[in-house]
């Protein structure tokens, strides 16, 4: 077995991104900057958007945080996302997901200018992707492509089972990995809570990709030997040995799944850290298309 280290593999395209923007800068070329715009105070939320901004100051990017509460309307919103639109030296918006109850995702998405969706959710740059134009490709399902490529994972011919279809991740990586394109040319399957016998589908999978959200979903039976295991979830679970009485988890059963595995990412340390990348990846793109 070996690890898919998002550490090692995010520390050689932040160290590259970093270099561009230095020269770039020297260039007398724009600084890219990315503004995040978080609403509420849920933990984990927080903890990503902070985790961008940090890394933005890190790699000489600008950036602009918006806070706002759970009580900011609709209405402000999207002025808020159509004045970040126009303003010309901000590149890239970003809203962190998920959003109040009474917030449409769907409208606030389509509000931000494609242009500047560097997480790639707009309807426009899904679309683009999906008939492999090139466009934003959404940070997580890009992430995961730049280190499948990193460690030179054959891809070509494979079967790959997802499982998960959300917008965001699961529905992208399965368009991408079954591109006729390296890494990609995977046949692929799309699974889901509708999907029967998963077990057995996924005991056929040379590659799996987990984007389910329940810890330890994914089982040493359900797992081929010799399989690729990319780990996408991020879950709380307890644990009285830590301080804080909590751990994270992956949706796989990283312990005993590891033993049969060729490859596989841990949680955390491994995609999470790799979104981030791509993300700013996205923002320096989107000052580069000016
Ligand atoms: P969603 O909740 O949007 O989607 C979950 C998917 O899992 C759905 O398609 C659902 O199926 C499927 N699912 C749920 N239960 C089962 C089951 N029993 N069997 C098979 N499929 C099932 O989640 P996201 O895609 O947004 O996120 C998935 C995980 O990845 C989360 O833990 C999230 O925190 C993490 N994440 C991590 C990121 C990172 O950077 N590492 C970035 C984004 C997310 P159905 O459609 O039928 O309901």
Known sequence: ?????????????????????????????????????????????RAYVGNKVKTCGELGF????????????EDELLTKINE???????DGILVQLPLPKHIDENKVIATIKPE??????????????????????????????LMLEHYGIETSGKNCVVIGRSNIVGTPMSVLLSRNSE??????????????????????????IAAIGKAKFVTADMVKDGAVIVDVGINRIEDATRKSGTRLVGDV?????????????????????MTICSLMKNTLKAADNK
């Open 1 to 45: 077995m070996q690890l898919l280290d998002g550490k090692v593999v995010s520390a050689a395209y932040k160290e590259q991104i970093k270099k561009e923007v230095e020269e770039r800068k020297a260039a007398g070329k724009k600084t890219p900057h990315l503004a995040a715009i978080i609403i509420g105070d849920n933990p984990a939320s």
């Open 62 to 73: 600008n950036s602009t945080l918006v806070e706002y509460g759970t009580d900011i309307s």
């Open 84 to 90: 970040l639109n126009n303003v010309e030296a901000v």
């Open 116 to 145: 500047k969706d560097v997480d790639g959710f707009h309807p426009s740059n899904l679309g683009k992707m999906m008939i492999g134009q090139d466009t934003f490709i959404p940070a997580t399902p890009y992430g995961i492509m």
């Open 183 to 208: 890494p990609g040319n995977c046949t692929v399957t799309l699974a889901h809570s509708r999907t029967k016998n998963l077990a057995e589908v996924c005991a056929q999978a040379d590659i799996i």
């Open 253 to 273: 059963d990283f312990e005993n799944v590891k033993e049969k595995s060729s490859f596989i990412t841990p949680v955390p340390g491994g995609v999470g850290l």
